[in-house]
């Protein structure tokens, strides 16, 4: 990880051309970060019956970004709540999708959104779209590939251009993290461990009131078709 943080410096001094797909979320990009990893996330779901599927996928996905990174990124326990009413940092489904986000519920499958306190992240939701019945039964693996991608926003990694990576803006059917997703969550990583270490503040908290929260941004994820064979709009 040394190694890819020192490259990364070395670019931005001797001004190299880069040649990732990857980007930054505008709140990260404008030094908004975690105070510190790992962050703890809770997850909610309407029934009993769907918790156990939702621990599994979840607990994959986190291992997937972990494993790139080589560093724990959340803490997300193995059980769930069943409960609409909810705290924190969370994961957890939406029955009202559009009214609730602003986003279609037809084509869009979940947003992230981040809030902040000062220069740091303070609280982020996964939402899920519930009123997509193919999303909630996982057809074609669409619900991990959904949280496999919501997990990438809510750390700070904006869409990627390449249709092979998980965080691209529509899905492609990638279950795995691709070269140029490692990339980023290395990127990611390396960067809010630095401001973490030297005490960073963003020239977006100045004159902000500490115990005011923030919503910055939304991260989402659309399916790579709808019915009709035509690309989604988002």
Known sequence: MKAKATIAVLGLILGF?????YDFTEDFENGIYWRTFPVSFEKYVDSASEGSVLDSLVASAEGEWEDAVGSDLWTIPDGHHVSS???????????NFAAETGYSPIST?????????????????????????RLRANSNNILYQTI???????????HSEYTSAVMYASLQGVN????????????????????QSTGFVSTLAAGDD???GNMLACGSVALISNDDGKGPGS
């Open 210 to 212: 500490s115990s005011n």
């Open 109 to 133: 499958l979940a947003v992230t959104v981040r809030h902040r306190v000062g220069t740091y992240f303070s609280k982020v939701e996964i939402i899920l779209n519930g009123e997509i019945a």
């Open 176 to 195: 795995y993290l691709s070269d140029d997703d490692q990339d980023a969550v290395v990127a990611v990583v390396d960067e809010a461990i630095y401001r």
């Open 148 to 158: 496999l991608h919501e997990l990438g926003h809510t750390i700070g990694i904006d």
């Open 17 to 21: 051309v880069s040649t990732h797909a």
């Open 85 to 95: 009413s909810y705290t924190g940092n969370v994961i957890r489904w939406s029955n």
